[in-house]
């Protein structure tokens, strides 16, 4: 996502027999993950800005929170970058895709 003037960000949403498919995966990389993700806490995955309304840091959950969070119908993860890192952002694209996927593997 390109929010013009503001940031790009990269977002792993799963639902349904996708997200019941990589739930336990999900729970086990993420409490032990060191990066910058943010976790949608909002009640619908549609929204994609970073506010405290919509998204949160990992880092500032709890075990109980991050359970609750994983707990909805969705999960939805998110890596965000600032406009002023534009030069570098083909490679913390690439990079962000690879974490997000790496939360997926056994």
């Known amino acids: 996502m390109l ?9 792993l949403l799963l639902a349904g027999k996708y997200k019941r ?9 993420l ?9 949608c806490i909002a009640e619908t ?6 506010e405290m309304t919509n998204y949160t840091t990992l880092q500032s959950l709890r075990n109980d929170e991050l ?7 969705f999960v939805k993860i998110g890596l965000r970058y600032h406009l002023h890192q ?3 952002m083909e ?3 690439k990079e962000g895709y690879q974490q997000l996927f790496e939360l997926l593997e056994a």
Not at 21 to 29: G, K, P, S, V, Y
Not at 31 to 39: E, P, R, T, V
Not at 45 to 50: A, N, R, S, T, V
Not at 67 to 73: C, E, R, S
Request: proline share 4%; hydrophobic share 40%; net charge negative.
């Open 45 to 50: 995955p549609w929204e994609h800005h970073f």
């Open 21 to 29: 498919e990589f739930e336990q995966r999900l729970r086990e990389n």
């Open 86 to 88: 534009w030069n570098e």
């Open 3 to 11: 929010w013009w003037g503001n940031e790009i960000s990269v977002h």
């Open 67 to 73: 359970h609750t969070a994983l707990a909805q119908p």
């Open 91 to 93: 490679d913390l694209l």
């Open 31 to 39: 409490a032990k993950a060191n990066s910058q993700f943010y976790i």
